[in-house]
């Protein structure tokens, strides 16, 4: 479920969405690894920009996402330190109108940096997210910093079961007031090799237009 409101209700509303993401990460070499991916919004509804005058069209039901494509380098893989920078690139499939992509491509650089402490594991990015300016009504936006952090923890670790708990936090600081999203998620990473399942859900620590009210997901992993 997704809801818009103080800077977005000047840009329009999304109120629920029902959407799949899905992406494959091919390892090229013992240190670099290709990663493709593309959200789809299956069912949307919301007013869009009806009523303020400026498109009166309704909000599409369906829509593509922003294609992504990404490099991941691994600098440091010890058993305690991890880190690796990534670069990512995306463009929007056409749902930029609909509130389902970005409004021209991005370039990302990230640095990210994890600790494996027994059961414990701690993760953080940070990155710099470089797009066109923009600006709708009074809401400038652009380029800006991203941000994630996380940590784990092993409950079960077996075999082919394994049962954990993942708090994370992320967001992103733009140039502007209500380009500020923040939000806070939970999952509970269920092992049943070899695919791995996470359900959780996440709520905004903010309102800022790109922080959903609250959202349940589920994710479904596997290596081959």
Do not use: M
């Amino acid at each position: 479920r997704h809801r818009r409101h103080t800077v977005a209700e000047q840009v329009g509303q999304v109120r629920d969405a029902l959407s799949n993401d899905v992406a494959l990460e091919l390892g090229v070499w013992k240190r670099l690894a290709l990663a493709v991916g593309v959200p789809v919004v299956l069912y949307q509804d919301g007013e869009r920009l009806r009523g303020t005058g400026v498109d009166e069209r309704a909000l599409a039901a369906t829509a593509a996402g922003d294609v992504r494509v990404r490099v991941k380098a691994a600098l440091v893989e010890g058993k305690r330190l991890g880190a690796a920078v990534l670069f990512q690139v995306t463009a929007p499939a056409g749902g930029q109108s609909d509130f389902a992509a970005t409004d021209g491509a991005t370039v990302e650089p990230r640095l990210a940096v994890d600790a494996h402490l027994g059961r414990l594991e701690l993760a953080a990015q940070l990155g710099v997210r470089f797009q066109k300016e923009r600006a709708l009504f009074t809401t400038q936006f652009g380029e800006e910093l991203t941000w994630a952090a996380a940590a784990a923890v092993a409950i079960v670790e077996g075999a082919r079961f394994g049962l954990g708990a993942v708090v994370e936090g992320a967001g992103a600081v733009g140039p502007s007031a209500g380009t500020r999203p923040a939000e806070l998620r939970g999952a509970l990473p269920l092992g049943l090799a070899p695919v791995a399942l996470d359900a959780g859900d996440g709520a905004e620590l903010d309102g800022d237009v790109g922080a959903p009210a609250w959202r349940l997901f589920v994710v479904a992993r596997g290596a081959i």
